[in-house]
Nanobody, 131 residues
């Protein structure tokens, strides 16, 4: 059964850091992080294409609002995907969701930002940044 389990959320002061992780029990090729704050639509945060460590190496994409502060990473297709968040701001407060594509396609960064690209989602983890 395909499942994504996120962890690492919590309460942090502005300027602090958190690292989210997302472990997949099913096949997971492209993976992404999205977030949703109360009263807003779910928005793209970061995404990474699949890597086999030989021919295909994970390429990353970021929302402008997090560039330079957040880093998405994944060592291999069997490993969790991480979101390292630094210099956190109050506006980063949201529920963060992990998403995965269960079939392989040729890497295309443009698709990572589209929530409909992904096949399954985690339940979300709350990140709260206090001032």
């Amino acid at each position: 059964q395909k499942q994504l389990v996120e962890s690492g959320g919590g309460l942090v002061q502005a300027g602090g850091s958190l690292r989210l992780s997302c472990a997949a029990s099913g096949r997971a090729f492209d993976m992404g992080w999205f977030r949703q704050a109360p009263g807003t639509e779910r928005e793209f945060v970061a995404g990474i294409t699949w890597s086999d460590g030989v021919m295909y190496h994970g390429r990353t994409a970021y929302a402008d609002s997090v560039k330079g502060r957040f880093t998405i990473s994944r060592d291999s297709a069997q490993d969790p995907v991480y979101l390292q968040m630094s210099s956190l701001r109050t506006e980063d407060t949201a529920v963060y969701f992990c998403a995965a594509k269960e079939t392989w396609t040729h890497p295309n960064l443009a698709r990572l930002v589209d929530s409909s690209w992904y096949d399954y989602w985690g339940q979300g983890t709350q990140v709260t940044v206090s001032s």
